[in-house]
């Protein structure tokens, strides 16, 4: 089954452009268009996508604020975020991250990397540009301005659970974790996928989000 995906960008040039890409990808589709947020709840709520790749910048109703609507909804629980947008600053990445969004990218990726970007989201992996790294979720995410997390059950996880969610708030993926660990990137994907269950993870971004949150792991630098 293609992965479907719902446009989102006021910008129509765009919208035509990115639904040729992923209409030419055997493995996607795009289902619906949106110009700017409110409207993009309203169709992600009727088309129920996989994907929602969403502008930031957008009249009435911005990205942040329909991002947040999108993934505080429990019918909409299925459905991921993939930021793209041209204002690629510090404090957008890290509001996208508290709204809940699953990617972000600047609109200066080449076709290849978004697909890619799309299929990882989709896949349930966080994505996030060279800019976006994880110096800047723990400086944001950690900082004290930020509201205050709602308590964490982190003694349900196993010692190995809580060992690779740290490591992956690291910024380091399955492959490298599983290397360090010397264990199969499987037994490293079932780790983070048992993780997120029982913290009620969306998805791996949300798992970091979580581990700085919750003081598993911790800024550096």
Do not use: W
Request: glycine share 6%; charged share 25%.
């Amino acid at each position: 089954m293609p992965i479907r995906v719902l446009l989102a960008d006021d910008q129509a040039l765009l919208r035509t452009t990115f639904r040729i890409l992923i209409d030419s990808c055997d493995d996607m589709e795009v289902v619906g268009e949106a110009a700017e947020g409110r409207q993009a709840v309203e169709l992600t709520r009727t088309h129920r996508p996989d994907i929602v790749l969403m502008d930031i910048r957008m009249p009435g109703t911005d990205g942040l604020a329909a991002t947040t609507a999108i993934c505080a909804d429990p019918e909409l629980a299925g459905v991921r975020v993939l930021i793209l947008t041209t204002f690629e600053t510090d404090e957008y990445v890290a509001q996208a991250l508290r709204a809940g969004a699953s990617g972000f990218l600047g609109k200066d990726v080449t076709a290849d990397a978004l697909l890619d970007g799309i299929r990882t989201v989709a896949s349930g992996e966080a994505l996030l540009s060279p800019t976006a790294t994880r110096a800047l979720i723990a400086q944001f995410i950690a900082a004290p301005q930020a509201p205050a997390p709602a308590p964490v059950a982190l003694d349900a996880l196993t010692t190995r659970e809580r060992e690779v969610m740290a490591m992956a708030a690291e910024g380091k993926s399955n492959r490298d974790i599983a290397d360090e660990l010397v264990v199969s990137p499987l037994t490293v994907r079932t780790h983070i996928q048992r993780a997120m269950t029982k913290l009620s993870a969306r998805d791996r971004a949300q798992l970091v989000v979580i581990a700085y949150q919750s003081g598993l792991a911790r800024p550096t630098g």
